[in-house]
């Protein structure tokens, strides 16, 4: 369970951290897994509907930034995603009733090129009818300054959301020359493997490249409150009960509860589909330094 000062944490700053959240059994697995996963990227020449590449990946020396959708590679991660030492957390903040997102994904930044990921907005992606919406990050490696930690802006999660668009069509990612976002406020978080972050999905964050020696892997599960449905053009919802099989805790609900939120729609959409990586590729100005191949 959070403690009281880690639940107005997360209503002030829009984010929090749980130390040791996960067991070391399942930590263990995790990361077994995972790295199965990764193995299976060499011999590829594209990404695949399971794993986005790293640019200067090559078929002999293979290099995976993201395990996109890793509850369809292995059944492990969709069990994960509703075992209580996650669950437990995440009522106080938004409520018995939870149903997990399809966007769950792995950001894997290798040690001396893992990629940047640019400052965003998760609900830029996805809005609802209600931000009763979350993101947590489980850290297979410890994570620390010199590895690209993820940097949280405090309180960013109680204003508008951003534009995330570039020549015209969504890129996921806020061009800090037109958009006033003071990003000097941003605050790296630093754990051990097996802790787990949970951040607003107003939050503005971002991370930079991993110079060091060191990988850093976090597995991101996207929750919303049951009565949170997406909007058009987020999700399709032509079948129901694959939406409700989602439901990680509680029940579901016919009955979406509208919210007065800031809300702009991610259309038209990227140019460059697949993962926030590629989504980001339009962005005008980047902000962070990039990966060498």
């Avoid at 067991?23 to 199965?36: A, F, K, Q, Y």
């Avoid at 990227?41 to 200067?56: K, N, Y």
Wanted: glycine content about 6%.
């Amino acid at each position: 369970m959070l403690t009281s000062d880690q639940i107005q944490q997360y209503s002030n700053e829009g984010y929090t951290v749980a130390r040791q959240a996960l067991p070391s059994e399942l930590l263990d697995e995790l990361r077994h897994i995972t790295d199965e996963i990764v193995a299976s990227a060499r011999g590829l020449t594209d990404h695949t509907p399971i794993l986005d590449l790293e640019p200067s990946h090559t078929p002999e020396e293979p290099r995976v930034r993201r395990i996109k959708t890793p509850q369809l590679a292995h059944p492990f991660y969709r069990e994960l995603a509703g075992h209580e030492c996650i669950m437990s957390p995440l009522r106080p903040l938004i409520g018995n009733d939870i149903r997990l997102r399809a966007g769950c994904k792995i950001n894997i930044k290798s040690a001396a090129y893992g990629s940047p990921v640019e400052w965003h907005q998760d609900w830029a992606f996805y809005p609802h009818t209600n931000d009763d919406v979350l993101a947590v990050g489980i850290l297979l490696d410890d994570m620390d300054d010199s590895n690209g930690p993820v940097m949280f802006v405090p309180e960013s999660h109680k204003g508008d959301v951003y534009d995330h668009h570039s020549a015209g069509a969504f890129c996921g990612a806020i061009d800090l020359e037109t958009q006033a976002v003071d990003v000097s406020k941003a605050i790296p978080i630093y754990g051990k493997a097996g802790d787990m972050t949970i951040h607003h999905a107003r939050l503005v964050h971002g991370s930079t490249v991993n110079r060091s020696n060191k990988s850093r892997r976090i597995l991101f599960y996207e929750y919303t409150a049951a009565d949170a449905w997406p909007l058009a053009g987020v999700e399709h919802l032509d079948d129901v009960d694959g939406f409700n099989s989602r439901i990680v805790s509680g029940k579901p609900t016919l009955r979406p509860r509208l919210a007065d939120v800031p809300v702009k729609v991610p259309l038209p959409r990227a140019p460059h589909q697949g993962s926030i990586y590629e989504n980001q590729r339009t962005l005008g100005h980047r902000y962070f330094e990039q990966a060498a191949d």
